[in-house]
C-alpha cells in the first residue's frame, strides 16, 4: 500500500515562500510520476506541477509557472514544491499524487493512482 503524507502547509503573506514536502512510503517511489494539485474554495481539483521519475520532464500550470518549482529526492523518496511570490489566489488545499504506470508526465488528474490528504496554504493579502 502507498501512503504519501505532505507537510509544509500554512498561513503566510502575499509576497512569501513555502515549500511544500511529500513523503512516500511502501513501493519504488523512483519510478513514479509526481505531481501536485490543488483545490481552491469554490473549485476543482487541478494540476500545478508534475515531474517525471527522472526529474528531467517537469510541467507547470499557467498561473504558476516562474514563481513554483517542483523537484524531487528520490533517496529520501520525497517530492517537493517551492512556491515563491504566493498570492491570495493561491490559497487552497495542495495535494500530492502519485502516479505508478508506465506515463512520463501525466496531466490528467485521472491518470494519478494515490494521493496523500493535502496540506492547507493560506496566502493573506
Known amino acids: 500500500q502507498v501512503q504519501l503524507v505532505e507537510s509544509g502547509g500554512g498561513l503566510v503573506q502575499a509576497g512569501d515562500s513555502l515549500t511544500l514536502s511529500c513523503t512516500a512510503s511502501?513501493?519504488?517511489?523512483?519510478?513514479?510520476?509526481m505531481a501536485w494539485f490543488r483545490q481552491r474554495p469554490g473549485k476543482e481539483r487541478e494540476i500545478i506541477a508534475a515531474?517525471?521519475?527522472?526529474?528531467?520532464?517537469?510541467h507547470f500550470a499557467d498561473s504558476v509557472k516562474g514563481r513554483f518549482t517542483i523537484s524531487r529526492d528520490n533517496a529520501k523518496n520525497t517530492v517537493y514544491l517551492q512556491m515563491n511570490s504566493l498570492e491570495p489566489e493561491d490559497t487552497a488545499v495542495y495535494y500530492c499524487a502519485a502516479d505508478l504506470g508506465n506515463d512520463l508526465l501525466p496531466l490528467n488528474i485521472d491518470d494519478y493512482d494515490f494521493w496523500g490528504q493535502g496540506t492547507r496554504v493560506t496566502v493573506s493579502s
Open positions: 511502501g513501493r519504488t517511489f523512483s519510478a513514479w510520476a
Open positions: 515531474i517525471s521519475w527522472d526529474s528531467l520532464s517537469k
